[in-house]
């Protein structure tokens, strides 16, 4: 399960300002890609052929850029004329060694950052940060848009669960029952951040097998 | 083979699928985020284990029961001692041990 590539992508997309979109179900993808095209995705390799098919399926003259995490099976896949694949680690590798750009920190009031190279917008905590995408149980797609205020609100809420006599700790391990792509799940992650435990999730969260063509429920 | 009505395939898929967590390179879970169905499947689980391997089991529910509606929630009465622990470290492993608090949305209890 591949938390760490998921929360570091999410925070980074977040502290820059670039939205991003979830996806509960797999069988959301070919909508979500039909009516809201993205730049960039991020994907597990497991998932990459199955990906790569609908990409070329739904449309031919956008250029799109997929981030693939875990190992590349090279004989699975070949026309990457259109599309250009990058590794998560290369990227993340390349970004480590490079000068940072300065961040823009969620903030009401707009004040000059030392030394930076290009204006940067200070973002809100009322900004939209992700677009989480869901099934209605009439078979419709929906999306919900999150904020930062959202989110801080959701952990805020998580660790006032327990009370203070036995609050959260970092001796403690969290295992959460919940996909990390729907916000739940996704706030119990961070509340496992914030407070420094170990998180883990149990193996029905995960919406990619390792057989890759499931669709799991 | 188990003979229990209440023991479906559903309880053990669950089951396994919470317990998957233990194979993990991480510390014994203290904290669990689950949903309904996974909960009845851990408290069936376990009763299911304590009933099985206990002639007193049927006692100690009934005084659990009392205490509970009287609102005693432990772990540490003298039914626990004899019944409950160990049906609860059989099905949990080591983390009967160590889960000290269990947070349950997703659906109707």
């Not at chain 1, 977040?14 to 509960?24: E, G, K, N, R």
């Not at chain 2, 009287?70 to 009465?77: D, L, N, R």
Request: glycine residues 6%.
């Amino acid at each position: 399960m591949y938390h760490t590539e998921y929360l570091i992508s999410d925070l980074a997309l977040a502290s820059y300002s670039i939205p991003s979109f979830v996806l509960t179900d797999l069988s959301l993808l070919s909508p979500v890609l039909e009516t809201h095209p993205p730049s960039a995705i991020i994907t597990h390799a497991d998932f990459l052929p199955n990906l790569l098919e609908l990409i070329y399926d739904s449309h031919d003259n956008d250029r799109h850029t997929v981030l693939v995490v875990g190992d590349i099976d090279t004989k699975k896949f070949s026309r990457t004329e259109k599309l250009k694949v990058l590794k998560w680690e290369d990227v993340e590798r390349i970004g480590a060694q490079g000068d940072k750009p300065p961040i823009s920190t969620p903030s009401k009031h707009h004040y000059l950052r030392c030394c930076p190279r290009e204006p940067i917008l200070s973002s809100d905590p009322q900004d939209v940060f992700t677009v989480s995408f869901f099934l209605t149980p009439s078979g419709d797609l929906q999306g919900t848009q999150l904020t930062h205020e959202n989110l801080t609100a959701g952990v805020a809420g998580t660790r006032a669960l327990l009370p203070l006599s036995s609050a959260m700790s970092p001796l403690d391990t969290i295992v959460s029952a919940f996909s990390l792509n729907t916000s739940y799940g996704r706030v119990i992650a961070y509340t496992a951040v914030y407070e420094g435990t170990n998180f883990a999730t149990t193996m029905s969260t995960r919406l990619i097998t390792p057989e890759g063509s499931e669709i799991l429920q | 083979m188990r003979s229990s009505s209440q023991f479906t395939d559903a309880t053990s898929t669950l089951l396994s699928d919470l317990l998957s967590i233990n194979s993990l390179p991480i510390p014994s879970p203290t904290l669990l985020f689950i949903k309904p169905t996974h909960l009845s499947a851990l408290t069936t689980s376990v009763l299911e284990e304590a009933r099985k391997s206990s002639i007193l089991y049927s006692l100690a529910w009934r005084h659990k029961l009392a205490a509970i509606l009287e609102g005693f929630m432990t772990k540490q009465s003298l039914w626990d001692r004899l019944v409950f622990d160990g049906a609860r470290v059989k099905v949990m492993g080591k983390g009967a041990g160590t889960v000290r608090g269990v947070v349950v949305s997703g659906g109707a209890l």
